[in-house]
């Protein structure tokens, strides 16, 4: 089965900062991942996907992620951090015609002024 | 209304209480979900439907009985639970896997904070 897992259950930067959160997953057949943000109090809400085709996805929010095969990775990055940009990022993997979608234990940004 | 509402978001309940989650999408998907979500630990998925079919049980205790009626409606009931069943359970909708397949993007809603005394 699908897993992935997130490298760091916090990670704290400060405001204008380069944002990098990572996510290696495990899969025996190609893999659909995705970057989920969840704000306090709120559902999860859908930051990037990857499916086919181009690596290097962008998202919301000035979020993108790169997929990379060889080192089984999607790693999340942002330039520049905002305080506006403070939750709990979730990655996850699911499969071509599965609705079973996995997620990572979460990584809490924190954002310093 | 829009996307995907959970009523009510906060409940508490004793052990011997019976209740129920509501769940409704306004977004003309086919398949609906329902996951825990405890502190310190990944979501589980605990049940899913797929054209009003349940195709998943993660071996969730038979004190959890989801009910989906259409496809647009999900019901998480509830009955003599244990405090280590309080938890965030958030619902989740996608289009549904047909015979052609999908990619399928899931779109939650805000949850329900539960809370067993």
């Known amino acids: 089965a699908q897993s992935v897992t997130q490298l760091g259950s916090h990670v704290s930067v400060s405001e204008g900062a380069l944002v990098l959160l990572r996510c290696n997953y495990s899969?025996?057949?190609?893999?659909?991942l995705f970057w989920y943000v969840q704000y306090p109090n709120q559902g999860l809400q859908l930051l990037l996907k990857?499916?086919?085709?181009?690596?290097l996805v962008k998202g919301i929010n000035g979020f993108e992620a790169e997929f990379k095969k060889s080192e089984t990775s999607f790693h999340l990055t942002k330039p520049s951090a905002h305080m506006s940009d403070a939750a709990e990022y979730f990655c996850?993997?699911?499969?071509?015609?599965?609705?079973?979608?996995?997620f990572g234990a979460g990584t809490r940004l924190t954002v310093k002024p | 209304e829009t996307g995907v509402t959970q009523t009510p978001r906060h409940l508490v309940m004793g052990m011997t209480n019976k209740k129920s989650l509501k769940c409704e999408q306004h977004?003309?998907?086919?398949?609906m979900y329902w996951y825990k979500q405890s502190a310190k630990k990944p979501l589980e998925l605990m049940f899913v439907?797929?054209?009003?079919?349940?195709?998943e049980n993660n071996s969730v205790p038979s004190r959890f009985s989801p009910e989906c009626p259409n496809s647009s409606h999900l019901f998480l009931h509830l009955h003599t639970l244990q405090p280590e069943d309080s938890a965030l359970y958030l619902c989740?909708?996608?289009?549904?896997?047909?015979?052609?397949?999908?990619?399928?993007?899931?779109?939650f809603g805000p949850g329900t904070r539960l809370t067993v005394l």
């Open positions: 996850a993997v699911t499969l071509y015609n599965n609705n079973d979608m996995r």
């Open positions: 989740a909708s996608s289009q549904g896997i047909s015979g052609g397949g999908s990619t399928d993007t899931q779109y």
């Open positions: 990857y499916t086919t085709g181009a690596t």
């Open positions: 439907y797929n054209f009003k079919e349940q195709t």
């Open positions: 977004l003309g998907h086919n398949a």
């Open positions: 899969s025996s057949v190609p893999p659909y």
